[in-house]
């Protein structure tokens, strides 16, 4: 795919969608960090459900820590992995208190030392808490980087630096968000919903499919 075709990609995107957001409920950077550690392999719906009944009575590093484990459970428990994600935001809460005076770090290597964050969670947080030029790549945008042909790679971190390579500028900061809705609402996984799709005579996918 050349430069001009992924400019004109964005350019509908944008606008489309001037000012994409995350589904994600969040108020602070720390409520957002918490909830994209609850959405690994679960859906942005199920945990805003659950920080809607968590989130009033704890949304700090302290208030969190001290539900501790089980009282953190109760409020989780819908969420998949559940038990082990419960484990991870209540040791990350202690090392936020302990080491950053219960603040959200900006720098992706402090981040990625917190328990349950790895890199796609860390890239979600800088870019979207943050307004870094980052790129999380979850499997939709995976899927949709690889499908369009905007940037292919055999694995999420090789598609990452080639969305960061190939996005204009311009776009990158909201890059992520586009991608991540179009690969969720148009560019799904099983049928694709090309006849409905914005860029579909920019897209290099050759299964393209009609809509029923």
Not at 41 to 52: C, E, I, L, S
Not at 118 to 133: D, E, I, S
Not at 162 to 171: A, C, G, T, V, Y
Not at 176 to 199: M, Q
Request: proline share 5%; glycine share 4%.
């Amino acid at each position: 795919m050349n430069k001009l075709k992924r400019i004109e990609i964005f350019t509908r995107l944008r606008a489309e969608n001037p000012n994409p957001e995350t589904e994600l409920e969040y108020n602070s950077p720390f409520e957002l960090l918490v909830a994209v550690t609850l959405s690994a392999q679960a859906t942005d719906v199920g945990v805003n459900k659950a920080t809607r009944k968590l989130f009033p009575v704890a949304n700090t590093p302290e208030t969190i820590a001290n539900l501790g484990v089980d009282g953190l459970k109760e409020y989780i428990k819908t969420i998949g992995l559940y038990n082990s994600k419960a484990n991870n935001v209540i040791k990350a809460c202690n090392i936020l208190i302990d080491k950053h005076n219960s603040i959200v770090p900006e720098t992706r290597e402090e981040l990625e030392a917190l328990p349950g964050v790895g890199r796609k969670t860390a890239n979600v947080v800088l870019n979207t808490a943050f307004r870094q030029p980052t790129m999380a790549v979850d499997t939709h945008i995976f899927r949709v980087s690889n499908r369009t042909a905007i940037a292919k790679g055999k694995d999420v971190v090789e598609v990452e630096k080639r969305l960061l390579k190939f996005i204009p500028d311009e776009f990158i900061m909201d890059a992520h968000h586009w991608l991540i809705l179009h690969g969720r609402y148009t560019c799904v996984a099983r049928k694709p919903r090309c006849g409905s799709c914005i860029i579909e005579d920019l897209c290099e996918f050759k299964q393209k499919v009609g809509n029923d």
